[in-house]
């Protein structure tokens, strides 16, 4: 890879995690005036749209076919799209953006637990040793170095509701692995647009039992910008710069970029004068630091076996 190819994919993934990382920030204020259902309806209402316009530019009507393989795309969609954002942006009602950020880091991690449970792959010895030190930050960031408040704070149960959502995304994303003939957008594509379907069935029937209400216009319009932030960037513009980094960069290296989401998210924090407790930043760093030593020594792993089927094909 050159050098101009490796600080694009570089800047890719730093402009997605960057997204990522203020897309709480930027939702949790609008959470009292809009519900966690219909700001998802909204978000990916407008992201389905966009996705299909750009895949019908780039690869044309033919990409729209579904292959024989709907339930399965829709399955997909409504875990990633609907089952992530209903239960993230809902969780993130009761708990912090940081919180929430610092959850979503755990995604790569969570991605090997559920490997091993699925299709038998036990993760390596350095994998398992850097999920415990994540867990044990995530503890300190959750209960802010008190463990008595995970049984007295209300905030918990929308932390667990946001890890909920995190292990939904982990469940679509490994979904891909079943459409590698397919590209990057188009797999997004139809998964969002069978995801929505269930995302505006699930809005109907909260709303026709009156467990939530549409928002009024003056919401709508007072958080315009900042609905058109999670459409535009922290959907659209996100997905795609990450899937086009990984593609260039390999995923051992870019999952690596994981970790500015919630740095991202406590630096926005600061700027917007919020307080952290020491418990918080040092949770938040064992969470970074164990995404980085297992991205590292899987690395340095994936490089010896490398050199070893070299040296065995000669």
């Known amino acids: 890879m050159s050098r101009a190819s490796l600080f694009q994919a570089m800047g890719l993934l730093l402009l997605a995690a960057v997204s990522w990382g203020g897309m709480f920030q930027v939702a949790k204020p609008l959470l009292p005036q809009i519900d966690a259902f219909h700001m998802t309806a909204i978000r990916y209402g407008g992201a389905a749209f966009l996705f299909a316009g750009l895949l019908a530019y780039r690869e044309g009507r033919g990409a729209f076919r579904l292959e024989g393989r709907g339930m399965l795309l829709w399955l997909y969609g409504s875990l990633g799209f609907a089952g992530f ?5 809902t969780g993130l009602a009761h708990s912090r953006p940081e919180h929430a950020a610092v959850i979503m880091a755990l995604m790569p991690l969570m991605t090997a637990l559920v490997n091993w449970g699925m ?17 044990t930050g995530v503890v300190l960031v959750v209960s802010n170095g008190h463990l008595s408040a995970l049984s007295a704070s209300g905030q918990v149960g929308g932390d667990l509701l946001l890890l909920l959502g995190a292990l939904c995304w982990v469940f679509y994303t490994l979904g891909a692995a079943r459409f590698t003939h397919w590209s990057p957008l188009r797999y997004t594509t139809l998964t969002c647009l069978l995801g929505a379907l269930s995302i505006f069935a ?13 928002p009024t216009m003056a919401a709508v319009q007072d958080g315009l910008w ?4 999670m459409v535009v960037i922290g959907a659209v513009i996100a997905v795609l710069s990450w899937n086009a980094g990984i593609r260039q ?11 500015f989401v919630p740095v991202s998210a406590f630096v926005i924090g600061v700027i917007l004068g919020h307080r952290f407790g020491l418990a918080e930043l040092a949770g938040a760093a064992f969470v970074i630091l164990a995404l980085i030593f297992n991205s590292l020594l899987s690395q340095r792993a994936s490089a010896r076996m490398a050199v070893n089927a070299v040296a065995m094909a000669r």
């Open 202 to 214: 699930a809005t109907a029937a909260m709303t026709r039992l009156g467990h939530i209400h549409p």
């Open 226 to 229: 900042a609905l058109a932030y």
């Open 249 to 259: 960069l390999g995923a051992l290296n870019g999952v690596l970029f994981i970790n």
């Open 119 to 135: 299709r038998g792959v036990r993760p390596a010895g350095h994998t398992l040793v850097a999920i415990a030190i994540a867990l």
């Open 85 to 89: 954002n209903l239960l993230a942006f």
